[in-house]
């Protein structure tokens, strides 16, 4: 959630910022290009302190991080100020992801897709709650309430992190047995359930958290692929935010390009705040995320990974063709609405995805640099959905839809399905089997 309201706030504070400080188009466009620079720069390092310190380390500091600077940009006086600040809680953020590597590395084979995906409801929650917050806070106390109180969850999040447990498996690698065992055996009370028989065998790995593992014969291909598929799903996802602005402005496609004809000499400091239909305009686009959601946790068991992310990325190529009609406000609004529902459940198709197919000794990492990737997307998408929609919105939407037709092949082309698979453990082994529970297996050891 707190991840949510920090990326949802760049789009109402730009144009607030926008009118008080005067500030022309491209310093309002940098505002928002800092904040994935930070994520860009930081995610590697994330993933790889996560993978040698381990997975609540890397958390915990980066969320301690993106609190301090969150609260901090409430306070600055003038833009080089806000810019630096935002840019430092972009780094923080960066470590964000981790949250899923932790969580995924606890979760039983069957019910793993299921869990990511609902936790990734929270995002959906987050960017909801977020223009909730505006429409109270912005008329009446201003934006710099608004930052300061868009921090506080993680405040919250930093005082139960106390109760967060590591990862048992983190800690098998790693060489802690006994903590591991601690781990599971807090679990097995919690959960009423009787700890498997055998002993828990010791896989230790010095060397986790290197980029070289991830370019193994073994993983090299899906690595690449992987890159590309969250490169588009952010310039896809990101680009269709961006986009659906400019197109409630205009009203629908065709009076765009044909606005675009008789180009007024608009002034660049002219300013308009949000009003409220911007903001119900916000919240329905934001809505649309949680049947994105849903649908991908119908089809995601059913008929894989790989599929899911492929469908997902074909609904969305065909949504934005269609739009080269001429269609009026309202099947605007559902196309936009499919488009929107579809490339969010492909962005959490890739987050169930990812960590399922790195092993624990480079899971982190995977993820990190995935998850750069991503960022990239996100700071290219203004060029497109914004600048080279001045001069052609028709090549703007055959970009977007080419890009995602060519992420669809790479998901059919990934190497490895992970649906009904058990997690991987070091990065020399082949793969594990999951832990069953108490009579389900051979006598002797059980592997974890």
């Known amino acids: 959630m707190a991840d949510a309201m920090e990326m949802m706030i760049l789009s109402i504070l730009a144009p607030q910022l926008h009118c008080e400080w005067r500030l022309p188009s491209w310093q309002v466009a940098l505002l928002t290009s800092v ?58 953020i960066g470590g964000v992801p981790q949250s899923v590597t932790l969580y995924a590395e606890f979760l039983p084979m069957k019910a793993r897709a299921k869990c990511i995906l609902l936790i990734e409801v929270f995002w959906a929650l987050g960017t909801v709650f977020e223009v909730l917050l505006a429409v109270l806070v912005m008329p009446t106390l201003g934006w710099r309430w608004l930052l300061i109180l868009s921090a506080l969850p993680l405040l919250l999040f930093a005082g139960l992190c106390f109760w967060l447990p590591e990862s048992a498996r983190y800690d ?25 028989l055998g002993k828990l065998v010791i896989s230790r790995q010095e060397d986790r958290g290197k980029m070289k593992d991830l370019f193994t014969p073994h993983f ?41 004809q008789e180009v007024k000499a608009k002034c660049s ?30 089809i995601i068991d059913r008929i894989g990974r790989k599929k899911t992310m492929a469908l997902s990325f074909l609904v969305f190529s065909f949504c934005s063709l269609l739009l080269f009609l001429c269609v009026g406000r309202n099947v605007l609004t559902v196309l936009l609405f499919i488009a929107r529902a579809f490339i969010s459940g492909g962005f959490q198709a890739a987050y169930v995805y990812t960590p399922e197919v790195y092993p624990t000794a480079t899971r982190a990492l995977g993820l990190g640099t995935c998850s750069g990737m991503a960022r990239v997307g996100a700071l290219i998408t203004p060029f497109i959905a914004q600048v080279m929609l001045e001069s052609s919105v028709y090549l703007t939407l055959v970009v977007y839809s080419s890009c995602c037709l060519l992420a669809a092949l790479a998901s059919c082309f990934l190497p490895i399905e992970t649906k009904g698979r058990g997690l991987q453990e070091s990065s020399h082994k082949e793969w594990g089997q999951e832990m069953v529970g108490r009579g389900s297996h051979s006598p002797g050891e059980s592997q974890e």
């Open 269 to 298: 400091l002219t300013c308009e705040y949000l009003t409220e239909e911007d903001y119900t305009d916000l919240l329905w686009t934001t809505l649309s995320e949680f049947p994105g959601v849903l649908v991908t946790l119908w």
């Open 35 to 92: 904040v994935f620079v930070g994520m860009m720069s930081s995610s590697t390092l994330w993933g790889n302190i996560s993978d040698q310190y381990g997975r609540k380390t890397g958390l915990k500091i980066s969320v301690l991080w993106t609190l301090y600077y969150g609260i901090l940009s409430g306070f600055a006086p003038v833009y080089s100020w806000i810019l630096v600040l935002r840019g430092l809680v972009g780094f923080g």
């Open 172 to 196: 098998v690698l790693s060489g802690n047995q006994e903590k591991a065992l601690a781990t599971l055996k807090r679990i097995a009370t919690e959960n009423g359930a009787p700890m498997p």
């Open 220 to 260: 090299r291909w899906t690595t690449l692929l992987l890159w590309f598929i969250w490169f588009s799903n952010a310039f896809s996802y990101y680009g269709l935010v961006l986009l659906t602005t400019e197109f409630f402005q205009a009203g629908d496609v065709c009076s765009i390009s044909s606005r675009r």
